[in-house]
C-alpha cells in the first residue's frame, strides 16, 4: 500500500505541474487500476463539494445532473485512443492514455475550483458594482480559464507522445470536446433547492411538457380572444378594479397562485368578469391562453379599452422566478418564450395609457423592479428586495410566502392593498425562520405613489 501511495502523490505532482503549465517529468509507471480510482475519485469529490459553494442557500444535488457530467469522458477517452493508435505516434509511456487521462484529470482541479470561486463571490453579492456592470468582463475570465485548460491539456498530451502535430491534434480535440460538453449539456450538480425540488409523490416530472402542434395553436388564438372578450366594463361610475395576472414558467406553484390571486380579486374587489389570467404550464396549454409577452401585451390594450384609463386601477400580479437582473424567468417548453422586465411592462402600460396601476411581483431579486415602475399614480409591491431571494416558488410549494401572507390571507381580510403589505411582511420573516432560510431576509418592499393612495383609499370604501 506504500508503494501505492508513493505511485499517487507522484502523478498528482505531474498533473500539478501540467496545471502550473510546467514541463513535465519522466511520468511514474502506470497508472493501476487502484491509482486511477483513488485520483478521479478524490478530483470528483473536491470538484463537486467545491461547487455547492456556488449556490448561495439551500441547494438540491440533482444526480441526473452528474450523471451527464461523465458522458464526455467515454468520448474523450475513444477519441485520444483513436488518435494514437491511428497516427501511430510515438509514445513515451506503456499506458498513454490512462497517463494522459490521469494528468488532466489532476490539472482541471484548480481550474474547476476558480470558477467555483468566482461563482460563489457572484452568488453571494460581494463582488464590487463595476463588476456586475462590465458585460465583457464575465467572457474575459471564461476565455482566460478555458486558456488555462487548454494550455494545460497541451503539457499533458505532449508528455505522452512526442509528436508535437499529435500532441497538437489531441488538445485540440479534448479542448473543443469538453468545451462543447459544457455549453449545451446541463451537467451542473447542485441546483437551488427553490428551483429544483423532486415533484409530487406520484412521481410527475417537474417540468412538464406539451405537444406543439397546430390545433394548439389554433386553440390557444382563440382562448386569448375568447378571454379577452369576456373582459365587460363597469355598468356604474364608480371607480373600478382590473387584473392581470402573468404567470409565464411552467411550475405548479405558479398555476395555483395564479388562481388564487384571480379569485381574491373576484370575490374581494367584485372584479367577476374584469380579470384575465395568462398561464404557462404544461397540463392547462388547452384550457388557459399562454403567458407570453404578446399575449400580456395584447391584454393590457384590451383592458385599457374597457376600463376607464383616467378612472379605474389596473392590478398587474406577476408570478415567477427571479434573476439577479431583474428579469422574471419564463419557461413554457417547447415553446420559446421571452423573459420580462420592468421596463418593458412600464412601457407596456405607458402606451396603453393606463394611469392608476398595482403591480406586485412575487419573485427572486424582485425589489429591483420598483425603480423602473414608480410614479405618483403608481403602488409597487414586492417579494423580495433587489439583492435576496424570495421563498416558497419550489414545486412542491403551496404558494409563495409572498402570495400566500399578502393575498390569501391579509387581502382576505382587509382591501388595502398597503394594509395587506404591511401585515403580510412580519408573517413572511416568520415563515422563512421557521423553512430554515439561510440566505437572510427576503426583506419584500413597498411603493406607494403619492397620488395612488387615495385613489386605492376610495377604492376599498366602495
Known sequence: MEGQNCGV????????????LLPLRALPAGPGAWTMLLVVA?????????????????????LHAWFIAWAPDAFLILGIWSILS????????????AAWYLLITIAAIPVNLGSVAIGALES????????????????AIFAALLLWFVFAVWRASSAVTRSTAVAIFMTLFASSLLFLSSWYLDTQEWQPAEYYETAEADGEEAYGSFELSQELFESQQALLVENLQAITPATNAARQLYGLVYAPYDEDVFLRESAMVQQVLEERFDAGSRVIRLVNNSATAGEIPWATRLNLERSVQTLAKTMNAERDVLMV???SH?????????WNWPLAVEELTAGRLRAVLDEAGI?????????????????????????????????HTSYGCGSRSELTFFGRAVFDEQLRKTLSFEAAFRSAVPVIRQREIDAGKDDGFSNPQLFVGEHIRGVLDELAAR
Open 9 to 20: 502523490m507522484d502523478w498528482v505532482r505531474q498533473g500539478l505541474r501540467a496545471a502550473a
Open 42 to 62: 478524490a478530483a470528483t469529490a473536491i470538484v463537486t463539494g467545491a461547487s455547492r459553494l456556488g449556490i448561495d442557500g439551500p441547494a438540491t444535488f440533482d
Open 86 to 97: 491511428s497516427t501511430r505516434a510515438t509514445t513515451t509511456h506503456e499506458s498513454p492514455v
Open 124 to 139: 453571494r453579492g460581494v463582488l464590487p458594482e463595476w463588476w456586475h456592470e462590465s458585460s465583457w468582463l464575465g467572457w
Open 317 to 319: 400580479y406577476l408570478t
Open 322 to 330: 427571479g434573476g439577479e437582473d431583474f428579469t422574471l424567468s419564463a
Open 355 to 387: 394611469r392608476h396601476r398595482v403591480v406586485a411581483v412575487s419573485a427572486c431579486y424582485s425589489g429591483g423592479w420598483i425603480a423602473p415602475l414608480q410614479d405618483e399614480n403608481t403602488l409597487v409591491m414586492t417579494a423580495a428586495d433587489d439583492d
